[in-house]
């Protein structure tokens, strides 16, 4: 297989074989990610993605499914997503069902009706890292699109069937915007109709600018208390149902199918964990960690 540079997987898709077809990420600008810091981007070469294809069709020849692997390979254009389509229907005829990750504004050079297409020949879901809905924010750590543009694509991908994730990147904002990061991201969200919100805390990792800006004083970190409150005022105002999902630093299973359904036991979680939780040791687990 041609594995090349990083490699990144959703761990939350049920087990499938991996088909690289970009490398790096178009964009590379966010403040908070150097996933792809070094990794130029560039597309899988068209030979390089048939041996790959062969080779999966040797081990897992009946396989259903299939993680189409890159930053953001939905930035290719619909003709060359189309010819892809093709070579997998001819190397693994029961694939159903291709995911891949995407930034929002790959979405902009394709119509609704290439849409459909792509859907009706298996690019069913994709993995949008969207992180906020609050203009200020996308312009303070660099996202390369607006709010308006959230809703605009993400009303394509709806009109087309194609089912999309949406991600909350909790603390980004830092303490200057929180709260209105927070309220705008969950209006911006409500608006559109995810079949999964995730949200993760804001780490900040070695090399990334929003590092080198904290340590200059130039953004204001919040803490372990003040990003569960963020959090929690997300979760208050998000109204869509869809499947919620958190990796934050707390114990608290808050991760499930129907959210409006759970969403009073989340904030009943999330209470308990401001009124009780051990803040320093949930510091501590942040501190560990050493990716996105």
Known sequence: MHYTGTLYRNPYEPPS???????GCTHNKCKFCTMYKNVPFRMSPIEWIREDLAEIAQYDPHTQRLQLIGADPFCMSFERL???????????PDVRIMTM?????NVRN????????LKEKGMSEVNLGVESGDDWT??????GYHASDILEQCHKLDEAGISYWMTFLNGVAGKEHSHEHAIHSAEIFSQCHPMVVGTGGLTLFPDTPLL???RRGEFDPLSEREMLEELRTFVQHLTVDCYFITHHTVAANLTGPHFLARKQQILDALDRVLNEGDMDRLAWIRSRKTNL
């Not at 074989?17 to 490398?23: R, V, Y």
């Not at 189309?82 to 693994?92: G, K, M, S």
């Open 212 to 214: 080198d800006e904290a």
């Open 101 to 105: 990750a995407a930034r929002v504004d």
């Open 110 to 117: 394709k119509t609704v009706e290439q849409l459909k297409i």
């Open 138 to 143: 996308l312009e303070r750590f660099q996202k």
């Open 17 to 23: 074989p991996l088909l690289e077809i970009t490398q």
């Open 82 to 92: 189309n010819a892809i389509c093709d070579l997998v229907h001819q190397y693994l």
